[in-house]
């Protein structure tokens, strides 16, 4: 059933919660450590998932999955949350936030390139310049607006921050191949997910106790992240005449994140950031137009 008002509601909803976790984030990182950041938020993301599932009535779902369908999970849990959070994380703990944010958001630019080799999809000129274009806005945010001296702040931030978005177009592309329903592959990937945090978390770091402030950052995180959020996206979807509809409106996404950093962590934003992150979604909506037509 079409509800174009209910469609945008859910979808305003849903962009406002994705704006906020930028900043959730980095606020988080004060007081644990990325590792514990991605532990708690992903147990967190899981509790949701099966509230979902019993409340849907889909539990048998799972009993229904191939063992084709569970390995599947256990790749697709490695990708996301476990490398993708973890690398993410790593990155916030690193940069400043509005950095983070916007060169994570490069994902949708990395996947025209990943499509290449892995979808065997040809791509035209309008694609080529589309990916220069958000690249142009990467090293204005790399170097803070000094392109000409190509110096860049803390490079191994940068590095991880283009990586997290690399690791999240292996996980679309990946995940847009598996037919199963939508809350059981993210139940079992954040299931397979988990427990690859907790090995590296017992192994590489360390788990303790986190203080309450520590425990409401993280659990926003897993909550708003992924958790409710995405009920409501595909709430959104469904209601939706057209898809474009609503995922335009995801667009204003990394700017009103920006608008809470300088509200909430406190960063002053930079015009190099503005303008790289403009170059960046200029990019993306150049490819996804090249695409339509």
Same mark, same amino acid.
């Given at each position: 059933?079409?509800?174009?008002?209910?469609?945008?509601?859910?979808?305003?909803? %849903?962009? &406002?919660?994705?704006?906020?976790?930028?900043?959730?984030?980095?606020?988080?990182?004060?007081?644990?450590?990325?590792?514990?950041? %991605?532990?708690?938020?992903?147990?967190?993301?899981?509790?949701?998932?099966?509230?979902?599932?019993?409340?849907?009535?889909?539990?048998?779902?799972?009993?229904?999955?191939?063992?084709?369908?569970?390995?599947?999970?256990?790749?697709?849990?490695?990708?996301?949350?476990?490398?993708?959070?973890?690398?993410?994380?790593?990155?916030?703990?690193?940069? /400043?936030?509005?950095?983070?944010?916007? &060169?994570?958001?490069?994902?949708?630019?990395?996947? $025209? *390139?990943?499509?290449?080799?892995?979808?065997?999809?040809? *791509?035209? &000129?309008?694609?080529?310049?589309?990916?220069?274009?958000?690249?142009?806005? $990467? %090293?204005?945010?790399?170097?803070?607006?000094?392109?000409?001296?190509?110096?860049?702040?803390? /490079?191994?931030?940068?590095?991880?921050?283009? #990586?997290?978005?690399?690791?999240?177009?292996?996980?679309?592309?990946?995940?847009?191949?598996?037919?199963?329903?939508?809350?059981?592959?993210?139940?079992?990937?954040?299931?397979?997910?988990?427990?690859?945090?907790?090995?590296?978390?017992?192994?590489?770091?360390?788990?303790?106790?986190?203080?309450?402030?520590?425990?409401? #950052?993280?659990?926003?995180?897993?909550?708003?992240?992924? #958790?409710?959020?995405?009920?409501?996206?595909?709430?959104?979807?469904?209601?939706?005449?057209?898809?474009?509809?609503?995922?335009?409106? %995801?667009? &204003?996404?990394?700017?009103?994140?920006?608008?809470?950093?300088?509200?909430?962590?406190?960063?002053?934003?930079?015009?190099?950031?503005?303008?790289?992150?403009?170059?960046?979604?200029? #990019?993306?909506?150049?490819?996804?137009?090249?695409?339509?037509?």
């Amino acid at each position: 059933m079409v509800d174009q008002r209910k469609a945008y509601i859910y979808t305003l909803i %849903v962009v &406002l919660f994705w704006s906020t976790v930028a900043s959730a984030f980095k606020i988080s990182l004060r007081y644990l450590d990325f590792a514990q950041v %991605v532990l708690y938020a992903a147990f967190v993301s899981l509790l949701v998932f099966f509230i979902i599932l019993v409340q849907q009535k889909k539990i048998y779902l799972i009993k229904e999955c191939t063992a084709r369908d569970y390995f599947r999970s256990v790749l697709l849990g490695f990708l996301n949350p476990f490398l993708y959070y973890l690398v993410l994380l790593k990155a916030y703990s690193l940069l /400043p936030a509005q950095q983070a944010v916007s &060169l994570n958001y490069t994902w949708a630019i990395q996947l $025209v *390139i990943l499509s290449i080799p892995l979808l065997r999809q040809k *791509i035209g &000129l309008k694609s080529i310049a589309a990916v220069i274009i958000g690249y142009v806005g $990467v %090293v204005i945010i790399a170097t803070r607006g000094d392109i000409s001296g190509l110096k860049i702040f803390n /490079p191994t931030g940068i590095i991880l921050a283009l #990586g997290s978005a690399v690791i999240w177009a292996f996980f679309w592309i990946f995940n847009i191949k598996d037919r199963r329903d939508e809350v059981v592959k993210l139940f079992l990937n954040f299931a397979f997910g988990l427990v690859f945090i907790v090995l590296y978390s017992l192994i590489f770091a360390r788990i303790t106790l986190p203080s309450l402030a520590g425990v409401l #950052g993280a659990g926003y995180v897993g909550l708003f992240e992924m #958790g409710i959020t995405f009920v409501l996206w595909l709430k959104a979807l469904r209601l939706s005449r057209t898809t474009a509809q609503v995922t335009n409106l %995801v667009y &204003l996404t990394p700017f009103l994140a920006l608008v809470f950093i300088s509200m909430v962590v406190g960063e002053r934003i930079l015009l190099s950031t503005v303008i790289g992150l403009l170059l960046i979604v200029t #990019g993306i909506v150049l490819q996804k137009s090249s695409t339509r037509h």
